[in-house]
């Protein structure tokens, strides 16, 4: 491994924590988020160019830090609505609730 290898290995572990603790619960989101973090870091696996690696550092720093402030998964109640329980990650974050029409109804 080169240089920032470990840097490299921090921020694919920090995706995979925040994705972990995002979709807690939902096996489906947690398989495909897992994948498509590695999907993106193994197309990103030959960049040499300092500026480049820092530059995909700073956007998986990004997408973990959004993954764990701005996704909160809404969970079906016993009532047939949606609960959602932001945790004090998402303290100050504006909460953008879908339309009825995108919720999937319940059967």
């Known amino acids: 491994m080169g240089r920032g290898?470990?840097?490299?290995?921090?921020?694919?572990?920090?995706l995979l924590r925040?994705?972990?603790?995002?979709?807690?619960?939902?096996?489906?989101?947690?398989?495909?988020?897992?994948?498509?973090?590695?999907r993106k870091f193994d197309e990103n696996r030959n960049?040499?160019?300092e500026t480049?690696?820092?530059r995909l550092l700073?956007?998986?720093r990004e997408a973990s830090h959004f993954i764990s402030t701005m996704i909160v998964q809404a969970k079906l109640n016993s009532r047939g609505g949606y609960e959602v329980k932001p945790s004090k990650e998402h303290a100050?974050?504006?909460l953008e609730v879908?339309?009825?029409e995108i919720l999937p109804k319940s059967v």
Not at 5 to 14: D, K, M, N, P, T
Not at 26 to 37: K, W
């Open 5 to 14: 290898s470990g840097e490299v290995l921090s921020a694919y572990r920090s």
């Open 18 to 38: 925040a994705t972990r603790k995002s979709f807690a619960g939902d096996t489906l989101m947690l398989t495909q988020s897992a994948a498509e973090v590695r």
């Open 47 to 49: 960049v040499t160019f």
């Open 52 to 54: 480049e690696i820092n």
């Open 58 to 60: 700073d956007e998986a």
């Open 92 to 94: 100050g974050a504006t």
């Open 98 to 100: 879908p339309s009825e």
